[in-house]
Nanobody, 126 residues
Framework: QVQLVESGGGLVQAGGSLRLSCAASGRTFSSYTMGWFRQAPGKEREFVAAIRWSGGSTYYANSLKGRFTISRDSAKNTVALQMNSLKPEDTAVYYC???????????????????WGQGTQVTVSS
């Protein structure tokens, strides 16, 4: 049974940093793509970043490039999202997701992912 457990969320002031972590268990993820999405109140879930476990290719939402960095630690089976220069508009619940195979619409597509974590709240105060 696949489990994705996010941690690292919290309250931070604008301009600060947070590092989210996603602990993955239940199978071998070497062929998976791991993603981070976020959902703010009243808004749709949106793509943040993704990484292919094998090879480490990364993908980012254009609006977040340069501030957010995704990485994976194969030894620990974790995926991290480093978030810098945070803004109040980054406030959202952040979700970790795992995709067995990325389909036609690519790693930014919500429906490409098979497994989801419960989410971790990130609140950025102004």
């Amino acid at each position: 049974q696949v489990q994705l457990v996010e941690s690292g969320g919290g309250l931070v002031q604008a301009g600060g940093s947070l590092r989210l972590s996603c602990a993955a268990s239940g199978r071998t993820f070497s062929s998976y793509t791991m993603g981070w999405f976020r959902q703010a109140p009243g808004k749709e879930r949106e793509f943040v970043a993704a990484i292919r476990w094998s090879g480490g290719s990364t993908y980012y939402a254009n609006s977040l490039k340069g501030r957010f960095t995704i990485s994976r630690d194969s030894a620990k089976n974790t995926v991290a999202l480093q978030m810098n220069s945070l803004k109040p508009e980054d406030t959202a619940v952040y979700y970790c997701a795992a995709a067995r195979a990325i389909g036609y619409y690519g790693p930014s597509e919500y429906s490409s992912y098979d497994y989801w974590g419960q989410g971790t709240q990130v609140t950025v105060s102004s």
